[in-house]
T-cell receptor, first 115, second 113 residues
Framework: DAKTTQPTSMDCAEGRAANLPCNHSTISGNEYVYWYRQIHSQGPQYIIHGLKNNETNEMASLIITEDRKSSTLILPHATLRDTAVYYCIVRPRGLIMEYGNKLVFGAGTILRVKS | DADVTQTPRNRITKTGKRIMLECSQTKGHDRMYWYRQDPGLGLRLIYYSFDVKDINKGEISDGYSVSRQAQAKFSLSLESAIPNQTALYFC????????????FGSGTRLTVV
């Protein structure tokens, strides 16, 4: 699986957009970019994923560069409840029998939303 | 009700005791997973199961065992608990390819004294 690099922590003002970057320079053509978040001691929560096109859902937007070597998760109007650790994960597309589709979590980015 | 339910939410046990953590899901997913999380570390995979007849070891399976009693139930056992198994344990489910993401339970905080 491709390795990801994220900043250790970021601050964001409440109501402003939070832009969380992720580098995945060794990503291969069949690998998706996934974002999860974990609010203190709760189970990780799936946010969004993409392959090469930008994606948007009710929670966030995902912008993937044309070369796919980096991406940005955008929370358009951050609230205090968005304070969490955000994980960027790259995993292969399709069935990976030997890994059971396992997710590999790194250290993530601590996002602090401040009022 | 939560899609993935873990019981108990918190447990304190003594060294050497056998303990079982339970997980049930209403997602209808075939695939289930057990992860542990230690302070300051990411989640590490303990065991995973593709279906009722399939069990696989993850990266840190020593000292643990699992049972997939039904499609919806996947339990994790510590046969003889030791203090370094003190951690936060998460159960997760996914569909066949996991493309649409994993669903995690709320976790079990286990303390071994």
């Amino acid at each position: 699986d491709a390795k990801t690099t994220q900043p250790t922590s970021m601050d964001c003002a409440e109501g402003r957009a939070a832009n969380l970057p992720c580098n995945h320079s060794t990503i291969s053509g069949n690998e998706y970019v996934y974002w999860y978040r974990q609010i203190h001691s709760q189970g990780p929560q799936y946010i969004i994923h993409g392959l090469k096109n930008n994606e948007t859902n009710e929670m966030a937007s995902l912008i993937i560069t044309e070369d796919r070597k980096s991406s940005t998760l955008i929370l358009p109007h951050a609230t205090l409840r968005d304070t969490a650790v955000y994980y960027c994960i790259v995993r292969p597309r399709g069935l990976i029998m030997e890994y059971g589709n396992k997710l590999v979590f790194g250290a993530g980015t601590i996002l602090r939303v401040k009022s | 009700d939560a899609d993935v339910t873990q019981t108990p939410r918190n447990r304190i046990t003594k060294t050497g005791k056998r303990i079982m953590l339970e997980c049930s899901q209403t997602k209808g997913h075939d695939r289930m997973y057990w992860y542990r999380q230690d302070p300051g570390l990411g989640l590490r995979l303990i065991y995973y199961s593709f279906d009722v007849k399939d069990i696989n070891k993850g990266e840190i399976s020593d000292g643990y065992s699992v049972s997939r009693q039904a499609q919806a139930k996947f339990s994790l056992s510590l046969e003889s608990a030791i203090p370094n198994q003190t951690a936060l344990y998460f159960c997760a489910t996914s569909d066949f390819q996991g493309i649409s993401g994993y669903t995690f339970g709320s976790g079990t905080r286990l303390t071994v004294v």
